[in-house]
């Protein structure tokens, strides 16, 4: 069982700047590929970036790229997402996410742990 808690969510003016972390309780981190996925008020989930096991591989949504960077440090069993130029459209619950597979997963059903989310709202 892995335990995932997000951090670092809350309130930004639209062109700000948040970095949201996601600590993971698991002896075994780095067996896992991960991701950050996002919900909205009246919208489904939605993928956001993923990394490999390793980090070497990364994935963004079209929406992010460019804007948001996805990074893992396994010595300290965590998950990081780097978010730039926010935008009112970019306000969710971002969730992290473990899969354990050997392929970076983008779909939501293919993780098996998800943390409880953090709030992030970009005022316009």
């Known amino acids: 069982q892995v335990q995932l808690v997000e951090s670092g969510g809350g309130l930004v003016q639209a062109g700000g700047s948040l970095r949201l972390s996601c600590a993971a309780s698991?002896?075994?981190?780095?067996?896992?590929?991960m991701g950050w996925f996002r919900q909205a008020p009246g919208k489904e989930r939605e993928f956001v970036a993923a990394?490999?096991?390793?980090?070497?591989?990364?994935y963004y949504a079209d929406s992010v790229k460019g804007r948001f960077t996805i990074s893992r440090d396994n010595a300290k069993n965590t998950l990081y997402l780097e978010m730039h130029s926010l935008k009112p459209e970019d306000t969710a619950v971002y969730y992290c996410a473990a899969g354990n597979s050997i392929v970076v997963i983008t779909t939501a059903p293919g993780y098996d742990y998800w943390g409880q989310g953090t709030q992030v709202t970009v005022s316009s």
């Open positions: 698991t002896r075994t981190f780095s067996s896992y590929v």
């Open positions: 990394i490999s096991r390793i980090g070497r591989t990364t």
